[in-house]
């Protein structure tokens, strides 16, 4: 550890170094690592680590320690005053990740991975330090159990393989994903390295050749460099072999060159000779020095075949590139003396994962974490020629909240390198992106939710939909948690009995059902996740009523069927998957009692009522509009009127208006409009608004206005 440190900070205080080391020994003194060594040497490994990292003495001395508050008596008080404030900070941080569980539930998960973001805001050495530690457990591993051994290693490739690639630290992450595939994958690990071995006297010996070459030819143009080749490591190819569906000896792209150089215009310089040496692949030519990463990564990256008619990649970088490539934000130390708070711009990422955890569901906050954090993404341009990453498959509409929630929420349109486009369309690297606004723009659309692949357009929308459109999420949620709860076979008067409806809101979290249906209509929760959560409840309820033998109040639960007559209606309307909503008759056909009718959920008006035949219904089974289609019945009850249209088709002649006003008053039909118009050809039309009490009234007046002369045909009305 001694020489580790030494080599990366020589002006190293070693006494206070040594100082740690010995309080941290006497500390652990009674303990002892599964192999049966001494604890210290868990510390030490992980401080040697730090070490080569580049990070600075607090960091190291915040690594000797960093167990020492979690498995013996030392205090926050005790480390702080020995060696001082920071370092304190650094082992209570690290403490508090190490208490954090990632293999529960979603949601202990989404709390956990909030405390580490928070952490990485505050210090993002706290994380480097707990990488650092999981790293040397993962070395050991095979001192545990195998259930331990699958817990922990499913763990790192979760979020710490993940987490050391968002913040670079390449070469600490290929060693995190190995090390877990030789326990997940154990066959799949072992014939890839027995492949790996069994051929690593011609993979040498090719790796030689073209190494070689390249430096033979850059040491002749008098340009500085290192060259060496590589093998892909074991994760990456048994990735490949996965993905692409074949064994290791069908894969090609096994080989990768990194030649490291002294500055930028010698990486540009050297692409050129590499060029000129090997046949280029079409479409594999990748520069991430005039676009660097988001964690910073920057390096060239082209892809060439040689006369062996083998493709490999090379890699070109400056050696500070390299530093950053292999430790990423850790790096930063030997290059700008860094305090470990970092810039404003360098954690902007973790705000926005720890903004967009506050409307999402556990589970989904957790899985959208490895489309934010974890992979790979996509670079645009404003039109001003600002820089924008997003995850890979991004839209415009990702781009627009990426820019602003306000873009987002009044954009029309987009533009795509100056050209219209949809805004489902998924944008390239390089592609110049405009967002076309409106004052005037009604917000998002609910389809936007399923069309933007990032979580922080996804979680902007849901803000919106939740702070704008309270009353349409209730009555959107309502009816997709009462479909799910019909689905599963529960009845739907089971969640308003007093027995148990306190328990079951309590379960979901809510403090009435009115905020469920919100959550729901917004996209807060899944329909489906909530009536899992009290399935058993109610079930159980159910199966307790049955079984009741004490004579206590049975719990007011009924049949779906009988739920049915006890409906409330709304305007002579009853909605069957919803009990009670905002009712109103569309203008377009204007219904009446008797006709066949379709219920919409209209966006802040309840329901709007639509005859079967009404054109504007004739798309209910469309995916896209299927969840806003419910089912409504005309309820019995005492007759009231209801106003529709007749349009009547007429020859043109002199009284006729007269007539049709003349029929209906003698019919006692109370008219709200009477109007008239000229057709070509000696034709004219009547439109007549009035009251009628059901379909069969209607009827009765069609056929005294269809005997008046010269009316010739009638149809309902539709506007």
Known sequence: MHETIMKHMPNADMVLIDKAVEYANVKHKFQKRKDGSPYIIHPLAVAEVVAEMGLDMDAILGALLHDCIEDTDASH???????????????EGVTKLTRANFSTSEQAQMENLRKMFMAMSKDIRVVLIKIADRLHNMRTMQYQSPAKQIIKCRETMDIYAPLAHRLGMQKIKWELEDLSLRYLCPNDYEGIMKYLDSHKEQDDSFMQTIQAKITERLNSMGIQNKTYGRIKHVFSIYRKMVSQGKTIDELYDLYAFRVVVDTIPDCYNVLGHIHDLFSLVPGRFKDYISTPKPNMYQSLHTTVIGKQGIPFEVQIRTWQMHETAEYGIAAHWKYKQGTGAGSEKDFEWVRRLLESQQDSDAEEYVQSLKIDMFDDEVFVFTPKGRIVSLPNGSTPIDFAYAIHSGVGNSMIGAKVNNRIANIDMPLTNGDIVEVLTSKNAKGPSRDWLSICKSNQARTKIKQWFKKEKREENIVHGRASFESEMKRTGLPLNAINDPEIEPHLLKKLSFDNWDDMYAAIGYGGLTAAKAVGRIRDDVNKAI???????????????????????DRHAVNGVIVEDIDSCMIKFAKCCTPVPGDAIAGFITKGFGVSVHRADCPNAQHRDDPKQAARWVRVRWAIQEEQPFETTLELECITRDGLLLDVAQTMTTARVRVKELVGRDLPGGRSMFTVRFEVKNVQELEVIRKKLLSIKDVTSSRRGQN
């Open 77 to 91: 008080e005790d480390i702080e005053k020995i060696f001082g404030a920071t370092v304190a900070e650094l082992v």
């Open 543 to 565: 199966k307790n009523q049955a079984t009741d033998k004490n004579n206590q109040m049975p719990l007011r639960i009924t049949p779906d069927s009988d739920v049915k007559q």
